[in-house]
């Protein structure tokens, strides 16, 4: 079972930036970055293999990078140009075999929130 722990979510104004983490408990193949908002189906934001391999939902292509530090097996999401409609709850997923925004990740965090306001 792998253990994913979420940070650095928060309250941040049309325009802004915020950097999320994720902290794994162990190394995956793949890494990944969800968002649901109320009322919403969970949204795909970007996954990033083992060896640095990138996908982005076009929501956020050009505003928001994600990278991982294999050796403290944390993941990061640096999300720029953030807009009221980037307000979700973000969360870390991970998965041992697969790697695109499609995939049905096995491993999930909890979550931290992310409020953008116009």
């Known amino acids: 079972q792998v253990q994913l722990v979420e940070s650095g979510g928060g309250s941040v104004q049309a325009g802004g930036f915020l950097r999320l983490s994720c902290a794994a408990s162990?190394?995956?193949?793949?890494m990944g970055w969800f968002r649901q908002a109320p009322g919403k189906e969970r949204e795909g934001v970007a996954t990033?293999?083992?060896?640095?391999?990138?996908e982005y939902a076009d929501s956020v292509k050009g505003r928001f990078t994600i990278s991982r530090d294999n050796a403290k097996n944390t993941l990061y999401l640096q999300m720029n140009s953030l807009k009221p409609e980037d307000t979700a709850m973000y969360h870390c997923?991970?998965?041992?075999?697969?790697?695109?925004?499609?995939?049905?990740?096995?491993?999930w965090g909890q979550g931290t929130q992310v409020t953008v306001s116009s």
């Open positions: 997923a991970a998965d041992r075999l697969f790697c695109l925004l499609r995939t049905n990740f096995r491993y």
């Open positions: 990033i293999t083992i060896k640095g391999r990138t």
């Open positions: 162990e190394s995956t193949y793949c």
